[in-house]
């Protein structure tokens, strides 16, 4: 029987970790090997990532999956979040800490671009939601400010493709990373010039585009020295892990809808070319590359972040766990008040909660008061805004949406799956959490030939891990908040 080992590298806003996946008998099985934080880093009012330090995470990673569990892997592949990236010089060295999306001088990006390309000019030719932190107003902000590492740069690299660029010495960008940017043609590997020339940069910045399951190179010899390993090969992965995520739906057909949950909240579906159009501009919706040919149509919600701020706001007088909260939240009066979790207010406050208690006044309705409340608030607020956005993916497709697959993180919070179920009146299907380093690992063993197909791969994710069905209750109740809803929702 042939087994096969695969090291994924999933990378989030606010952690890390190094998963082994082992594959043999058709089935998969995932060990944790390492895990640490990732935060960004604060320096004169500007947030940056620490690159040297999650480069230092990964090998300790490899390391330890050698020595500690006696396994050198097949390959290794990288994953992160989108639209940040870092510059290399003329020498070949990383110019600076790359910026971090929720860093504010992007704040007023997007009016001041708009008056070089109109805003519906810009979304019909790219077909990527409109964020203020996408890589072009990113770009854009740069070139403006004279940034010194943007006089510097020499190359740009997104964040999993610097990273992997680290261990193996090869510059190259990833479709599903670089389609985060909005310097893509839509759907094709190929830069959009007119953007570039636009934002005042030049297009030789950017690396030769390559699909997910393109090998990159083999691991340099001085980490392999580091790290105990052998001449392997670092793979370019759906490298967007939101891309990796959406391999590991266990489903089939195409009538289901996703919510790949954790920091963020991306709820789509998967479509065989883009959908681009003036009403989908008044959505909002993003085009993001998949694999296999494949387009991620979605919208990015504000997610756990929610959560995760407020939490860091109480840690100071108590550290709850995450089970604690949901507890809070289940003893506490339901909808209360409720929040849009995309109001421009929660991209990154200093105080969470007192943002939201200032939505909330904003908005003429009474506040939350303890900590339950505030939870609860969260969590049925996000579970409206999936409503909301389930009602905009059916007003341009055909077909209809039958069930919701939430993966990543969000499926283990039963109670925020049984209130998306209530919200959207459609049995939600839970799982598997770990997703991401899920699909990492089996385009990992695509590019090896141990699995041939994203068919194949989803069945051996259905064959490998459990999920847990939810079915929609006390629909008639939120149907009626769904009604003051609206009125407060962007």
């Known amino acids: 029987m042939n087994t096969s080992n695969f090291l994924a590298f999933d990378l989030g806003a606010s952690s890390g970790r190094a998963m082994l996946g082992t594959i043999s008998d058709h089935r998969l099985k995932l060990t944790e090997i390492h895990r640490f934080e990732n935060r960004m880093v604060e320096i004169d009012n500007h947030f940056y990532w620490n690159i040297f330090s999650i480069f230092d995470e990964l090998k300790t990673g490899l390391k330890k999956c050698i020595r500690d569990f006696g396994v050198q892997p097949d390959s290794i592949a990288i994953d992160t979040w989108g639209v940040d990236f870092a510059f290399i010089d003329k020498e070949g060295m990383i110019a600076s800490l790359p910026y971090a999306y929720r860093d504010h001088r992007t704040d007023h990006a997007m009016e001041d671009f708009y008056k070089i390309i109109p805003k519906e000019e810009l979304y019909l030719m790219t077909g990527i939601q409109l964020m203020q932190f996408n890589s072009l107003f990113q ?108 391999v590991s739906v266990p489903a089939t057909g195409k009538n289901w809808a996703y919510i790949s949950s954790g920091t963020w909240s991306l709820m789509g579906i998967e479509t065989d070319k883009p959908l681009i159009s003036k009403e989908i501009l008044d959505l909002n919706f993003t085009n993001e590359g998949g694999v296999e ?44 008040c409720l ?26 309705q009474v506040h939350p008061e303890t900590h339950g409340e505030f939870i609860r608030c969260i969590f049925e607020s996000l579970a409206m805004k999936y409503r909301l956005t389930l009602e905009s993916i059916l007003s341009v497709i055909s077909h209809p949406i ?89």
């Open 402 to 490: 039958e069930v919701i697959h939430v993966i990543g993180g969000g499926a283990n919070n039963e109670l925020l799956c049984q209130y998306t179920a209530n919200a959207l009146g459609l049995p939600v299907q839970a799982g598997p959490t770990e997703a991401t380093a899920i699909g990492n690992i089996l385009i990992q063993a695509k590019a090896m030939k141990a699995v041939e197909s994203l068919d194949e791969i989803r069945q051996m994710v259905g064959r490998s891990f459990d999920t847990k069905t939810f079915l929609p209750q006390d629909t008639e109740i939120w149907k009626e908040q769904l009604i003051r809803f609206r009125e407060i929702a962007i």
């Open 139 to 246: 770009l854009f902000v740069n070139h403006q400010s004279k940034a010194p590492q943007y006089q510097i740069g020499k190359d740009l690299l997104f964040m999993p493709d610097a990273l992997s660029y680290l261990f193996c010495g090869v510059k190259k960008n990833e479709f599903s990373i670089a389609s985060t940017s909005q310097l893509l043609q839509p759907g094709k590997l190929a830069w959009e010039k007119r953007l570039f020339k636009a934002i005042g940069a030049d297009p030789s910045l950017m690396q030769e585009i390559v699909l997910p399951g393109t090998m990159l190179g083999k691991i340099k010899t001085e980490v392999q020295k580091e790290t105990g390993s052998l001449d392997i090969p670092v793979i370019a992965v759906a490298s967007h892990d939101t891309a990796s995520a959406i």
């Open 293 to 336: 040919g494949t387009t991620r149509f979605l919208k990015n919600i504000m997610g756990m972040w929610l959560l995760q701020e407020c939490r860091k706001s109480w840690s100071h007088k108590v550290n709850y766990s995450w089970s604690e909260m949901v507890d809070l939240s289940t003893h506490s009066q339901p909808f209360k």
């Open 339 to 364: 929040i849009d979790p995309d109001d421009p207010s929660f991209l990154n406050p200093t105080d969470m909660p007192l943002a939201i208690s200032d939505f909330c006044h904003k908005t003429g």
